[in-house]
């Protein structure tokens, strides 16, 4: 069983994981803008003035559910003095 401790630290790393995916992935649309999407739009046959808004879509649904599953719960455990 899973103790409240190892539960804290578990969704703590999952966060740092999350963010930092999250930071890469914001960073490559942000400066490799043209080669991904020159890649993307050739291989999942999307027209390119589509794909910005798509990389958007994509890095906030992304952060939302990074907060929503692994931040907020590790907060609430560290407020808790876990």
């Known amino acids: 069983m899973i103790t409240l401790s190892q ?6 790393w999952a966060a740092v994981i999350n963010i930092a ?7 490559v649309v942000v400066f490799m803008n043209g080669a991904i999407t ?6 999942f046959k999307v027209k390119k003035e589509e794909l910005n ?3 958007f879509d994509f ?3 992304y952060k939302i559910a990074s907060l929503v599953f692994f931040v907020a719960p ?3 455990l560290k407020i808790m003095g876990q």
Not at 21 to 27: E, R, W
Not at 38 to 43: C, D, E, L, P, R
């Open 7 to 12: 539960l804290t630290q578990l969704l703590g």
């Open 21 to 27: 995916y999250l930071l890469v992935a914001t960073l």
């Open 38 to 43: 020159s890649i993307h739009s050739k291989a």
């Open 59 to 61: 890095l906030g649904n």
């Open 53 to 55: 808004s798509k990389y």
């Open 74 to 76: 590790y907060l609430a």
